[in-house]
């Protein structure tokens, strides 16, 4: 079974005040300093807005000096009224952020950059993967809830039943702080290999696999720094009377942000593993 997650961290708008303005909340783990100023898309009608702050002239020295709560900053869709507001939008509708995909470069390490590849790169790897013939069946599911809660234990390896797993994400990357170390994996150095995170401790068989395979195919591959994050392999493993797991990223630079930026090579060399 090859796993990758489909959702995406975003936003759920909890109010619709009297001016028109919309109060919102966190799905899954949203970093809140980066919401000032970013444009969203909000339901099923693709309503446009802007999320705003408190205007500079109205606020205190000391609020300039810290990241704003998400309590007090707001969506404005345009609308004058409340009555507005109300016939665009509905109390529960998600709004996700309205980065667009681009190439930045076609040469070198072929960067491309868009929102959500923490996972949606992980689940173009297992649709790459599902046209190659293999001599066992395999499975693709597509997680929805990863960003919530890691996947519920026993989906989908109980519908599924395999008897390996491979969950497909992204690792965290940020650019090192001047003279110190690199804190995780790097683009263009190919797929990372988690060895252990917060979920679970790879099958080490199946890490000897792949890194057998790319060494023999001469693909780059580096190691995942070990102890940070969690997978849905963290319930897959655990799932019937166990299942061996490993789990592979395509090294991706500030996940869980408005925009990230991968390389196209990092991409096909994991689906070439």
């Known amino acids: 079974m090859v796993d990758a997650h489909t959702d ?31 444009r969203v898309v909000i339901g099923e009608k693709r309503i446009k807005g802007v999320i705003l702050a408190p205007p500079i002239h109205l606020s205190g020295e000391d609020e300039l000096e810290r990241v704003i709560k998400m309590e007090q900053l707001a969506i404005d869709i345009g609308a004058g009224s409340e009555e507005e507001a109300k016939g665009l939008v509905k109390l529960g509708d998600y709004a ?12 070198g390490l072929r960067t491309v950059k868009g929102k959500a590849f923490d996972d949606r790169a992980g689940c173009a790897v297992a649709a790459a993967l599902a046209t190659v013939s293999t001599p066992w069946t395999s499975t693709f599911p597509s997680a929805p809830r990863k960003k919530w809660a890691c996947a519920a234990p026993g989906w989908p390896p109980t519908a599924s039943r395999p008897t390996w797993a491979s969950p497909g994400r992204h ?16 683009l263009g150095k190919g797929p990372a290999i988690t060895i252990m995170d917060h979920s679970f401790i790879a099958d080490k068989r199946l890490v ?26 963290g319930a897959i493993h655990l799932s019937r009377s166990g299942v061996p797991s490993v789990t592979v990223a395509v090294p991706c630079r500030y996940i869980h942000n408005p925009v990230s930026i991968l390389s196209l090579n990092d991409f096909d060399n994991t689906v070439a593993s």
């Open 8 to 38: 995406e961290v975003g936003l759920m708008i909890i109010s619709i005040q009297k001016n028109g303005m919309l109060g919102f909340r966190a799905v899954g783990g949203l970093d809140q300093r980066l919401l000032l100023a970013k």
């Open 96 to 107: 996700t952020i309205d980065t667009h995909f681009e190439v930045l470069s076609e040469d």
């Open 171 to 186: 690792c965290l990357r940020r650019p090192a702080p001047q003279g110190g170390r690199q804190p995780d994996d790097e």
């Open 208 to 233: 000897r696999l792949l890194t057998d395979a790319a060494e023999a195919n001469g693909i780059p591959y580096q190691f995942k720094q070990p102890g940070i994050g969690g997978t849905d392999a």
